[in-house]
C-alpha cells in the first residue's frame, strides 16, 4: 500500500473514531424533527377538533393518517436504504417531507370562514407520514454502521430517544402555538425542524468509507449469524420481534395520541396540565431509553427486557383501567392521579424501543439493518393508524375503561410473541442476543 493511501486510510479510521458521535447526533435530530410531528400533531386534538369542525370519529381518521402513511411506507424506504445507502434517503426524505409540511401550512389550515375538508387534511397527513417513513430505517442504518456491539444498545436507544424527546418538544410547542397563532405556525414550525436537520445531515453523515473500517465495526457473532441468515424478511426471529414491536405499541400510541383527549373530557384538566402530563411521558421515556440501552449492554439481557416491560405496561395499563371504573367520569379533583397513571404506563410503554430495535438491527446484520428497521417500524406505524382509529369505536361501545383495557391486554399479546433469551449467564446471553450460541452455531 502507498504511503498516500496508509495517510487516506489512518485518516479514515480517525474520522471514525470521533465521527460517529456526530452521525448519532444527526440520527437523534432527524428522529426528533419527524417526531415532532407525528407525535406533537396528536397533541393538538383539542383544536384540531374544534378548528377543523370535526368528531371523534375524524380525528381518529386524520390522526390515524399519519400512521398508514409511515407503515405503508417504511419498508420500501428500508429497502432502498439498504440499496442507496443512508445518506441520501435520509437527505431526499427530510427534505420531502419539510416541502409537504410548508405545503400544508400554505393550503390546509382554517383560515376565518374557509375550513379546509376532512380529506384534504387527511390527505395531507397521509403524505407527510409517507415522506418522513424515511427517517427511521435510514438514521438507524447509519448508527449500526458506525457502532460496535456492545455500544449499539445505547448508541440506538439514544437514537429512539429522540423519538419521545421530539415529542415532548411538540407537546410542549405545538397546542399553545395552534391555541395562539394557529395551525399555519404549527406545520410551518415543524417544516423548518426538517429543513434544518437535513442541513445537519448533508454536513456530517456519511457512511464508513473504508470496507475494511465498516467491518470492522462488526462483531465476530453478528458476522457468524448474517452470513447463515437468509435475509430478515425470511427470518422467523425478526418477524417475532416486529410483531411483539406492534402489539406493545397499542398502549404507547393510546396515550400519546388520546390521553389528552381523556383527561380533558374525563377530568376535565386544563391545558397546563395536559401538556406537562404528556411532557413528562416523552422526557421519563426518553431518560428510560437511554438508561435501558446502556444496561441492556452490559447484562446482554434485551429479550428479557422487552418481556419485562411488556408484563409492567400490561399491569399498569390494567389499574389505569380499573381506576377510572372505579371513579366514574368527570372527577375533576382526581385529574392529578390520572395524569400520574398516564405518564407512568406511557414510559413503561415507551421504554423498549431503542433495546428491540437494536435486537432486530442486530439479528439482520448492518447491511440489511434498514430492512430489518423497516419491519419493526411497519408494524410500529400500523397501530400508530389503527389505534386512533379504534378508540372511537370502544368509546361509542363502552367508556375509557374499555379503552385502557384493551391496551393492557395488548401489552399481555407482546409477552409470548417476543423470543425468549436462551443462555443465562450475562456473557453467553450478550452472544444469544444476536443469534449466535455459545458453539457459534445459529440458534
Known amino acids: 500500500m502507498s504511503s498516500d493511501s496508509l495517510r487516506a486510510a489512518q485518516t479514515d479510521r480517525i474520522r471514525g473514531a470521533n465521527h460517529r458521535w456526530k452521525v448519532l447526533g444527526v440520527g437523534f435530530a432527524a428522529n426528533a424533527s419527524f417526531s415532532a410531528a407525528f407525535s406533537g400533531i396528536p397533541t393538538t386534538a383539542v383544536f384540531l377538533r374544534s378548528g377543523y369542525h370535526v368528531g371523534n370519529s375524524g380525528l381518529g381518521l386524520v390522526l390515524g393518517m399519519l400512521g398508514l402513511g409511515i407503515a405503508l411506507s417504511e419498508l420500501p424506504w428500508g429497502l432502498l436504504t439498504d440499496r442507496w445507502g443512508d445518506r441520501r434517503v435520509l437527505l431526499l426524505g427530510l427534505g420531502t417531507t419539510a416541502a409537504a409540511l410548508a405545503g400544508m401550512a400554505l393550503f390546509v389550515v382554517p383560515?376565518?370562514?374557509?375550513?379546509?375538508?376532512?380529506?384534504?387534511?387527511?390527505?395531507?397527513?397521509?403524505?407527510?407520514?409517507?415522506?418522513?417513513?424515511?427517517?427511521?430505517?435510514?438514521?438507524?442504518?447509519?448508527?449500526?454502521?458506525?457502532?460496535?456491539?456492545?455500544?449499539?444498545?445505547?448508541?440506538?436507544?439514544?437514537?429512539?430517544?429522540?423519538?419521545?424527546?421530539?415529542?415532548?418538544?411538540?407537546?410542549?410547542?405545538?397546542?399553545?402555538?395552534?391555541?395562539?397563532f394557529g395551525f399555519a405556525s404549527v406545520y410551518g414550525v415543524l417544516a423548518l425542524l426538517c429543513a434544518v436537520t437535513a442541513a445537519f445531515a448533508w454536513r456530517w453523515l456519511h457512511e464508513p468509507s473504508l470496507h475494511e473500517h465498516a467491518d470492522s465495526q462488526r462483531s465476530v457473532a453478528e458476522t457468524a449469524a448474517s452470513s447463515a441468515n437468509p435475509g430478515p424478511l425470511r427470518d422467523a426471529r425478526v418477524w417475532r420481534v416486529a410483531l411483539g414491536i406492534g402489539a406493545l405499541c397499542v398502549p404507547q400510541i393510546a396515550v400519546v395520541t388520546f390521553a389528552t383527549v381523556f383527561l380533558h373530557d374525563f377530568t376535565h384538566a386544563g391545558v397546563m396540565l395536559i401538556s406537562a402530563t404528556m411532557?413528562?411521558?416523552?422526557?421519563?421515556?426518553?431518560?428510560?431509553?437511554?438508561?435501558?440501552?446502556?444496561?441492556?449492554?452490559?447484562?446482554?439481557?434485551?429479550?428479557?427486557?422487552?418481556?419485562?416491560?411488556?408484563?409492567?405496561?400490561?399491569?399498569?395499563?390494567?389499574?389505569?383501567?380499573?381506576?377510572?371504573?372505579?371513579?366514574?367520569?368527570?372527577?375533576?379533583?382526581?385529574?392529578?392521579?390520572?395524569?400520574?397513571?398516564?405518564?407512568?404506563?406511557?414510559?413503561?410503554?415507551?421504554?423498549?424501543?431503542?433495546?428491540?430495535?437494536?435486537?432486530?438491527?442486530?439479528?439482520?446484520?448492518?447491511?440489511?439493518?434498514?430492512?430489518?428497521?423497516?419491519?419493526?417500524?411497519?408494524?410500529?406505524?400500523?397501530?400508530?393508524?389503527?389505534?386512533?382509529?379504534?378508540?372511537?369505536?370502544?368509546?361509542?361501545?363502552?367508556?375509557?375503561?374499555?379503552?385502557?383495557?384493551?391496551?393492557?391486554?395488548?401489552?399481555?399479546?407482546?409477552?409470548?410473541?417476543?423470543?425468549?433469551?436462551?443462555?443465562?449467564?450475562?456473557?453467553?446471553?450478550?452472544?444469544?442476543?444476536?443469534?449466535?450460541?455459545?458453539?457459534?452455531?445459529?440458534?
Do not use: K
Not at 121 to 150: I, T
Not at 406 to 416: K, N
Open 111 to 180: 383560515s376565518g370562514a374557509h375550513v379546509p375538508g376532512l380529506a384534504a387534511l387527511a390527505l395531507g397527513l397521509l403524505l407527510v407520514g409517507l415522506l418522513g417513513g424515511s427517517v427511521n430505517g435510514s438514521s438507524g442504518r447509519a448508527v449500526m454502521a458506525w457502532f460496535r456491539e456492545g455500544e449499539r444498545g445505547l448508541a440506538m436507544s439514544i437514537r429512539q430517544t429522540a423519538v419521545p424527546a421530539g415529542g415532548g418538544l411538540g407537546a410542549l410547542m405545538l397546542p399553545a402555538l395552534a391555541s395562539h
Open 279 to 443: 411532557a413528562a411521558v416523552q422526557t421519563g421515556a426518553a431518560i428510560a431509553r437511554v438508561w435501558s440501552g446502556r444496561w441492556t449492554d452490559r447484562h446482554g439481557n434485551r429479550r428479557t427486557y422487552m418481556r419485562a416491560c411488556s408484563l409492567l405496561s400490561a399491569a399498569l395499563f390494567a389499574l389505569l383501567a380499573a381506576a377510572a371504573a372505579v371513579s366514574g367520569a368527570h372527577h375533576a379533583a382526581l385529574a392529578t392521579l390520572f395524569a400520574g397513571l398516564i405518564v407512568l404506563g406511557g414510559v413503561s410503554a415507551s421504554a423498549w424501543h431503542g433495546v428491540a430495535f437494536t435486537e432486530l438491527a442486530t439479528l439482520a446484520g448492518t447491511r440489511r439493518a434498514g430492512t430489518a428497521l423497516a419491519m419493526g417500524n411497519t408494524f410500529a406505524f400500523l397501530t400508530l393508524f389503527v389505534t386512533p382509529l379504534t378508540i372511537p369505536l370502544l368509546l361509542s361501545v363502552g367508556s375509557w375503561p374499555l379503552v385502557w383495557a384493551v391496551g393492557s391486554a395488548c401489552a399481555l399479546i407482546a409477552l409470548p410473541v417476543f423470543p425468549r433469551t436462551i443462555a443465562t449467564g450475562p456473557r453467553t446471553a450478550a452472544r444469544t442476543q444476536t443469534g449466535v450460541n455459545a458453539n457459534g452455531r445459529n440458534v
